[in-house]
């Protein structure tokens, strides 16, 4: 069975850091750029960062440059996003899909064909 499996959600204060992972089983993710999506409550779902197969050249949002990070271990067929100097709007359900790629990345929704379920991040004092 293919699937993606985030972990590493959590309720955190204004300004700290939350490190998720994303997980995959049955496939590798060598030939596949990974997507980083969130949600927050009554918003629609948006990509803010994404990191390319090969020679993992990475992209992030305006909202996020700068404090998101996001990294692969192939060897352990996962994906890293540590998330620091967290604010209140980073709250939402985070998500993690992959898209086949032969080279670089984009955070288009319709593109990614597996996803993971969802984490949770909350960021309140």
């Known amino acids: 069975q293919l699937q993606l499996e985030e972990s590493g959600g959590g309720l955190v204060q204004p300004g700290g850091s939350l490190r998720l992972s994303c997980a995959a089983s049955?496939?590798?993710?060598?030939?596949?750029?990974i997507g980083w999506f969130r949600q927050a409550p009554g918003k629609e779902r948006e990509g803010f960062s994404c990191i390319a197969p090969v020679d993992s050249a990475t992209y992030y949002a305006d909202s996020v440059k700068g404090r998101f990070t996001t990294s692969r271990d192939n060897a352990k067929n996962t994906v890293h996003l540590q998330m620091n100097s967290l604010k209140p709007e980073d709250t939402g359900v985070y998500y993690c899909?992959?898209?086949?790629?032969?080279?670089?990345?984009?955070?288009?929704?319709?593109?990614?064909?597996?996803w993971g379920q969802g984490t949770q991040v909350t960021v309140s004092s």
């Open positions: 049955g496939f590798t993710l060598d030939n596949y750029a």
């Open positions: 899909a992959a898209a086949p790629s032969t080279g670089g990345c984009i955070v288009l929704q319709t593109t990614y064909r597996y």
